[in-house]
């Protein structure tokens, strides 16, 4: 048996509270240093609130990875969170108080609205940071080649076999 092929062993994980504890600070999973999004003062539409900035400029980690990225976040975390909190106040105001329907209504909807609003960045948040916990950023040497010099030369191939069968 060979022991030559055999895979480095990784450095052990942080665990995900790590991450998930940087991430409900709003700031960036992998080092706990960049916020992840702008600040409330510079903060001037909902389309500013919802979007994260780039990446971090310490660890180097991109915020915005590709279109459609917290897609999931957005309908796992933060609409079921806005749902839950709805239905929470739905069901103590019709318990205890019975009231009319558009109360009822307005009871329901507006704790819902105002929960999606105010969990958007901690539920992205938080997705990035399982999705870092997952698959951790590689080191900018090992992730991608330089892109000033050449590009690599691949190695030689040996030529393939032939072999001539004798009639
Ligand atoms: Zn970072």
Redesign the pocket.
């Known amino acids: 048996m060979s022991f030559t092929n055999r895979r480095k062993p990784s450095p052990p994980r942080e665990p995900y509270r790590h991450f998930a504890r940087r991430a409900l600070r709003l700031?960036?999973?992998?080092?706990?240093?960049?916020s992840m999004f702008p600040a409330l003062a510079k903060t001037r539409s909902l389309h500013d609130w919802f979007t994260p900035n780039e990446g971090?400029?310490?660890?180097?980690?991109p915020f915005q990875r590709e279109p459609g990225y917290y897609l999931l976040a957005t309908w796992a975390i933060n609409y079921v969170a806005a749902c839950a909190i709805g239905l929470a106040s739905f069901g103590i105001a019709d318990s205890l108080w019975h009231p009319p329907v558009g109360v009822l209504l307005a009871v329901t909807l507006v704790p819902t609205v105002l929960t999606a609003v105010l969990l958007a960045r901690h539920s992205k948040a938080l997705f990035l940071a399982m999705d870092v916990w997952l698959d951790p950023p590689k080191p900018p040497d090992a992730a991608s080649p330089p892109k000033d010099g050449p590009p690599p030369v691949p190695a030689p191939t040996p030529p393939p076999e032939v072999t001539v069968s004798a009639r």
């Open positions: 700031r960036c999973p992998a080092c706990g240093q960049s971090c400029p310490r660890c180097g980690i």
